[in-house]
């Protein structure tokens, strides 16, 4: 397995939190679930110019669009098959990036790939996906990436108010603490959900929801024998109740289902094999 990662330099870094290449042996036909971050990505399959999106509820169904895509933010699993994590390189963005780079409002794009040829282009979508391709080192494709970045760069920042909000959400991700953001910022809950669900995809409530649960599986991801009551305690859950809610919600699993199930990146998720999955 290769997989190299960098942030990238300014003025990248305002929206973009890394650019990413990955690379590993084909491995035996299996689905993993890809589990919600709060935060979209630019994804090229760069073994073959397509990307398959399968029904979460059931394995077996499956949708293809292109091979170079916006992953929009989600409020729930994707699921993906492991052939396509054989050759691939992206961009994870900041919360609200994808506007400096001549994207839709990020609700336009939520729960959702699209083509990034509806955005960028035809010609230049097939140009970054052509130059990745002749690159001929990890750091090149990082290289090209970061240069077609800059290509499409403008210089479009998130509502101030907005920016103070993710800065005390990432803080404390407590569904409590809205109210108080929404005091500060000087403008009225519906504009400020309106806001912020037009820059970063979702409500207030439902990105601190899946912070919160983020920083959950990043503990629990680190640890072999995990006391998922001291979990959920110190990422800030009222109770066993809630956590076990929200990780159901967003992951299809319970706690100790994600644990029996997890994979070298915490966000990947086994979620059937070829036999079980009749693929």
């Avoid at 916006?70 to 390189?89: C, F, H, K, P």
């Avoid at 001929?136 to 970045?149: F, K, M, T």
Wanted: glycine fraction near 8%.
């Amino acid at each position: 397995m290769l997989y190299r990662h960098r942030r990238p330099r300014p003025p990248l870094d305002t929206a973009v939190e890394l650019i990413w290449f990955y690379r590993n042996d084909p491995r035996p036909l299996a689905l993993e679930r890809i589990l919600p971050s709060g935060t979209a990505q630019l994804i090229v399959n760069l073994k073959e110019d397509e990307i398959r999106a399968y029904d979460p509820d059931d394995g077996r169904r499956c949708g293809t669009v292109a091979g170079t895509v916006l992953a929009g933010v989600r409020s729930r699993y994707a699921v993906i098959d492991t052939s396509e994590q054989e050759y691939v390189a992206g961009v994870a963005f900041r919360p609200g990036g994808t506007a400096a780079f001549r994207g839709l409002p990020a609700h336009e794009t939520a729960e959702a790939d699209v083509p990034l040829d509806l955005l960028w282009g035809r010609a230049r979508t097939a140009g970054l996906r052509d130059r990745l391709l002749e690159s001929r080192s990890p750091d090149g494709i990082l290289d090209a990436i970061e240069e077609a970045l800059l290509e499409m760069w403008t210089p479009t920042s998130v509502h101030p108010a907005v920016a103070f909000a993710l800065s005390a959400f990432d803080r404390a991700p407590h569904v409590g603490s809205i109210a108080a953001v929404t005091s500060a910022v000087g403008l009225s809950a519906k504009r400020f959900i309106e806001r912020f669900r037009m820059q970063v995809g979702m409500t207030p409530k439902r990105y601190c929801r899946i912070r919160r649960f983020q920083r959950a599986i990043a503990v629990a991801h680190g640890g072999t024998h995990v006391d998922w009551t001291r979990v959920a305690l110190d990422c800030g859950y009222f109770d066993q109740a809630h956590f076990i809610h929200d990780f159901r919600s967003f992951s299809g699993l319970t706690p100790t289902g994600y644990a029996a199930a997890r994979t070298a990146f915490h966000n990947h998720v086994k979620f059937l094999q070829a036999d079980a999955a009749g693929l």
